[in-house]
């Protein structure tokens, strides 16, 4: 009975501290993202990997770039989203960087896109992580 107690006790601590240690669910994804807009002078001149660190309770699920003929700054935006609809899906929270300007080729993420069907999948955030932010924009 005594070894039956103590099982059930290291039990229902592990299970306490796995409950406690789990990340909170975000009930509202624009306040969510806002704060990101909010706080902004943390990433701006900053690589977009210290914005994806931070971001712990929600990760993007979609990506979409605006991609330009202009070699000096082809790759000038890319729009985000939390949510697995279609990216060009109207009332959806969209978080919209604007990178500074490189010379990088954009032929990655446009094959990318394509591929994965603008899903933000490892390889979109390997081509994004070295990227600058310039700006961040929050909407809806």
Known sequence: MKILLNIFGVTFFLFLNTAL???K????TLAYAKKFETNKQKYIGKPFSLLLKDMTQ??????KSDIKEDQENALPSTIFRFSDKEVNSPNEVSFVIKWKADTA????????EQEHNYR????ERNFFEKKI???IAVYK
């Open 120 to 123: 933000f999948t490892l390889n």
């Open 58 to 63: 929600l990760q993007f699920k979609k990506a």
């Open 133 to 135: 932010i310039k700006d």
């Open 21 to 23: 240690n789990a990340q």
């Open 25 to 28: 669910l975000v009930s509202d």
């Open 105 to 112: 080729p954009v032929t990655p993420i446009e094959f990318f």
